[in-house]
């Protein structure tokens, strides 16, 4: 049988609703025994009473709360001419004797405004208004009915507006309470996931559906080829702590691009202003020797430089005006489609690393400690054996033996999961320090070979590089048996190269497990526009190597790895 669902929860008014009605109810008894002085008058008050249960016994009700307020309002416009009647004879003007119970219109109207039932409010009004002009249309003083008073035309006037004006003031303030609320739920993930999907759904009909910032780079660079001389050229784009990375480069020879935004050059006075710069100096930190013509035009994207594109000539005057328009025609809508793509990369690189930090976490509080209590109880046991259970001992020696060893991966897995390329430091020092550390806990001589410069790569290259390093030195470690490893580092932004050793039994006699972490290393290359090369190392071993980029002289993959392991 399907168990029967538990009767609903009924709504009940809140307490300062209820006593609000309360003491306006009491108000408006006293005013008319004030202007009436008769105490059958105090019917309408008990009309009232009855008409206001609905909206204290349900509140919310579809159909019974609305007819109340309804009776509500009727009675008001009625009951408001039949007193002004009764004050015909007395020195009180009708007008205030209406006034005695047009008071009470303020709640039901306020209610609705409350409600946000803005249609209510205005049908209320007019039902309002409506009961009025029959009510005084039926009574009469001396004779001539009471609808043709001043006094009374003046004071239903006057209650209507007041009415009108507070129902509006509640909708306001209804609307202000409301958004202060909003402001304290958690909008800003579903605003979030309303700008994500927007973005999945936009960045499929890019064309190429790409979202890389290398790969517009490039593009860029092509155009504005196409167009202009440019012998040496470049896209920079902001990295942090003053200083620029270079996103994608052109021409014959590699060039060191001046990549500090406090540095005197056209590049930062480009940055700052927003307004591109024409020299006869290069913008490179090796000043070159004859004619040179360099352009630098920032990419602005609304009010925000997201990036510089460098153009060099090995000629005087190479960019006259006609040439500098055409190339701030192409470098105009470049900006945005770079800003999206750097945006882009920061999301998915936030979202990365915080589900990083989340695994390990929850590995670090929950498996990493289970298994420590685990070693513990083995402990404990081995203790408290008789001497004569050598055989059982010895098992638990072995267990305690493979515990520990378990442990000690969890924790070189809780050190990969939070080790981050620091800004400062930069990505072959974040190298180093994994290479180091896992060598030590896994026995191996590890050989660092670090060429760095102070330029950057790309926050997402960097740490695509990272993780790849990492598997691969992961790999060597718990597949290879070797004794020895060499770690590679030749940065010279955008190009990187990344190379890991080891004299291990090879990758042909290595565990099925560790192919996975291959096909891994060849995504994240393939994700930076990278390549991966994984070949056999003599005479022993193998070598992972990834190269971002064009190497500053061509050559193999491995010479790096080949000079540093005949040290």
Known sequence: MTPEAPPPTPIRAHPLAVAARIVMLALVAVLVLLTTQQLDQLWWVALLIVAGLPAVIAPRHAVLAPLGRFAEVIIVGIGASQVAEHTAGNAIGQGTGAAALLPYLSVPLTVTALRRRS???????????????????????????LISKPGYLAACAQWLILASLGTLAASTLQRIMQQRGEAGRPQPYAEATRLLTQLRSVARQLPGATLDPGGISEHLLEELRGVARADRAAVLSASGGGRLVVLAQAGADRVDWETSLDADSAIAEAWASQNHYTTNRSQARSHRRGDVSALVVP????????????????????????????????????????????????????????????????????????????????????????????????????????????????????FELRSEVDRHGGLA?????????????????????????????????????????????????????????????????????????????????????????LAIMAERAERIRGRLEISPRSPSGTTVAVVVGTPPRRGSVRDSVTASEGE
């Open 119 to 145: 249609r209510e409010s205005a049908a209320l009004l007019g039902v309002a208004t409506l009961a009025l002009v029959v009510g005084g249309a039926v009574s009469t003083t001396g004779g001539d009915p």
């Open 299 to 414: 990419l602005v994207a609304g009010v925000r430089t997201v990036g510089l594109v460098i153009i060099e000539a090995d000629a005087a005057g190479a960019y006259p005006p006609a040439v500098v328009h055409e190339v701030t025609a192409l470098t105009g809508p470049a900006a945005l489609r770079l800003e999206a793509a750097l945006l882009f990369d920061e999301v998915r690189s936030l979202a990365t690393n915080e589900e990083r930090q989340r695994l390990a976490r929850e590995i670090h509080d929950g498996v990493a400690q289970e298994l420590v209590m685990v070693g513990y109880g083995i402990d404990n046991a081995l203790a408290t054996l008789p001497d004569d259970a050598k055989e059982t001992a010895e098992e638990l020696r072995t267990l305690r033996g493979e515990v520990t060893r378990v442990i000690t991966e969890l924790r070189l897995s809780l």
């Open 429 to 517: 020092a974040a190298i180093s320090e994994y290479a180091r550390t896992v060598g030590a806990s896994g026995g191996l001589r590890v050989h660092v070979t670090l060429d760095d410069t102070t330029a950057r790569l790309p926050a997402a290259t960097e740490a695509e590089l990272l993780r790849i390093a990492q598997e691969a030195i992961t790999n060597a470690r718990k597949h290879a048996g070797a004794t020895n490893l060499w770690v590679s580092c030749s940065i010279d932004p955008p190009y990187a190269q990344i190379e890991v050793s080891d004299d291990g039994q090879g990758i042909a006699d290595q565990r099925p497990d560790g192919r996975y972490g």
